[in-house]
T-cell receptor, first 113, second 116 residues
Framework: KNQVEQSPQSLIILEGKNCTLQ??????????LRWYKQDTGRGPVSLTI?????NTKSNGRYTATLDADTKQSSLHITASQLSDSASYIC????????????FGGGTRVLVKP | GAGVSQSPSNKVTEKGKDVELRCDPI?????LYWYRQSLGQGLEFLIY????????KSGLPSDRFSAERTGGSVSTLTIQRTQQEDSAVYLC??????????????FGPGTRLTVL
């Protein structure tokens, strides 16, 4: 069964600090991996998309890494801001029809002043 | 430009009633997806529409759930005889489905369904 597991489940950090979120997956055959940010009460918004051949992708203060051999990804947030408080969801797409996505349970990040 | 919109934003209903949730995808997007997000849970795929192809209903949890997409645009998700376990946020997403493996899904704000 295709699965995506994220850790930690939740995280509290001080404003200005860095943090790293982890994602492990078993989806196979692999197509791509995305990180989404979901603010409370809103739909997810795409941060990064990486294919098999990419091992790092940045979007502002967000940097995602991918190791397709070990089936692991991380999302690093640099110099966190209060607006970074949200759930971060790792989403993996397999090479199957329909572009269906397998979602991780998310990591809730709370940035405190 | 307008994003994916969903209505209503909140719906409270009594157990056993039917509900209809609406999704307006981004204009020109041929692919439309419905997901469910229960409290404290991850997103769960429900159903997928792509152009004129038969929808992929493999994620629907029971035959009380159905969805239509009229004219290749607006979609409605219908839940019949609602149960308390149906309470969740129902999210709709659409994409261009260019065939590229990095095709991006754009999500609506969701409909929060509460079944009393």
């Amino acid at each position: 069964k295709n699965q995506v597991e994220q850790s930690p489940q939740s995280l509290i950090i001080l404003e200005g600090k860095n943090c790293t979120l982890q994602c492990n997956y078993t989806v196979s055959p692999f197509s791509n991996l995305r990180w989404y940010k979901q603010d409370t009460g809103r739909g997810p918004v795409s941060l990064t998309i990486m294919t098999f051949s990419e091992n790092t992708k940045s979007n502002g203060r967000y940097t995602a890494t991918l190791d397709a051999d070990t089936k692991q990804s991380s999302l690093h947030i640099t110099a966190s801001q209060l607006s970074d408080s949200a759930s971060y969801i790792c989403v993996v797409s397999g090479r199957a029809a329909g572009n269906k996505l397998t979602f991780g349970g998310g990591t809730r990040v709370l940035v405190k002043p | 430009g307008a994003g994916v919109s969903q209505s209503p934003s909140n719906k409270v209903t009594e157990k056993g009633k039917d509900v209809e949730l609406r999704c307006d995808p981004i204009s020109g997007h041929t692919a439309l997806y419905w997901y469910r997000q229960s409290l404290g849970q991850g997103l769960e795929f429900l159903i997928y529409f792509q152009g004129n192809s038969a929808p992929d209903k493999s994620g629907l949890p029971s035959d009380r759930f159905s969805a239509e997409r009229t004219g290749g645009s607006v979609s409605t998700l219908t839940i019949q005889r609602t149960q308390q376990e149906d309470s969740a946020v129902y999210l709709c997403a659409s994409s261009l489905y260019t065939g590229a493996i990095t095709d991006t899904q754009y999500f609506g704000p969701g409909t929060r369904l509460t079944v009393l």
